[in-house]
């Protein structure tokens, strides 16, 4: 495994680390819409977690994470899949 690669796995470890910490124990969705920060801020780990994905893909097809495309896939939507409503 390159030193790349370990970076982009810490950069994944890191933002699940992050989304845990910025959820209450009691999960509550509607309290989650909300909550533009806390919201903004999941929304920002997800890319991260996604592109890290994104770029070990590129130089290790192989690696064994679970549903890698799906991650990959939801930071697009998050990215580019937003509608703005006038």
């Known amino acids: 495994m390159t ?3 370990l970076s982009w ?3 994944i ?3 699940i680390e992050e989304i ?3 959820l ?3 999960r509550n969705f509607f309290e989650f819409q909300t909550d533009l920060k806390t919201k903004r801020a999941i929304e920002r780990n997800l ?3 996604g592109e890290a994905l994104s770029r070990i893909l590129k130089v290790q097809k ?3 994470i679970s549903n890698k495309e799906k991650i990959i896939g ?3 939507r998050i990215i580019h899949g937003y509608v703005r409503f006038m």
Do not use: Q
């Open 47 to 49: 890319e991260i977690i």
């Open 62 to 64: 192989d690696i064994a």
């Open 9 to 11: 796995l810490l950069d």
């Open 24 to 26: 209450p124990t009691e």
């Open 13 to 15: 470890l890191k933002g």
């Open 20 to 22: 845990e910490s910025f």
């Open 3 to 5: 030193r790349e690669v």
């Open 74 to 76: 939801t930071r697009n």
